[in-house]
């Protein structure tokens, strides 16, 4: 048990101390004019359609599971876009944007270079369902920094906004 709590104590410090550049800026200040940081999101541009709790969870110290939650979002409205409801994960990825029968498209696909981008875009979010998402919903202490966790947050944006630009959401 004394394992246990030592091992927890050295990852409550890490978090701590990675976590102290982001606590030192309060970043919902009233007062625009001051020279103070923007909120690690802002600086990022994370995509403002994700839930409030993905931000919430990210502040609280909790990246991983801020991840975890922007990547549940994106499948959710891929399944909604794509009205494929029996699928999940990498599969649903692989069939909602399949080149050959995409559900969705993220361009004409009528030229290679188009067909070459969406096979492209359907191997990166299959590929962040299975390498991201679901690692997070299935491990327990990945250790995710919170800059890595703003990395896979600023992909999450990326693809919701690729989403946006296709005219799918």
Known sequence: MSRALDRFERLARSTRAELAP?????YNHADNSSQEEPHPFDARNIHPDLPNRVRDLFDDGYGEQSVFEAFKF???EVKRISKL????GYA??????NENN????????ATESEIDE?????SIFAG???GIRNPRGHEIDIGDTPDEA????????LLLRRLDSAGAR
Do not use: W
């Open 118 to 122: 969406q096979r492209g875009y359907k």
């Open 74 to 76: 994106i499948e959710k």
């Open 102 to 109: 995409a559900k969705i498209k993220l361009n004409h696909l």
């Open 22 to 26: 982001y606590e030192s800026t309060p």
């Open 150 to 157: 703003l990395d896979y947050l600023a992909l999450a944006s």
């Open 92 to 97: 649903l990825m692989m069939d909602a944007f």
């Open 128 to 130: 962040a369902a299975a």
């Open 85 to 88: 409801q029996n699928k999940t």
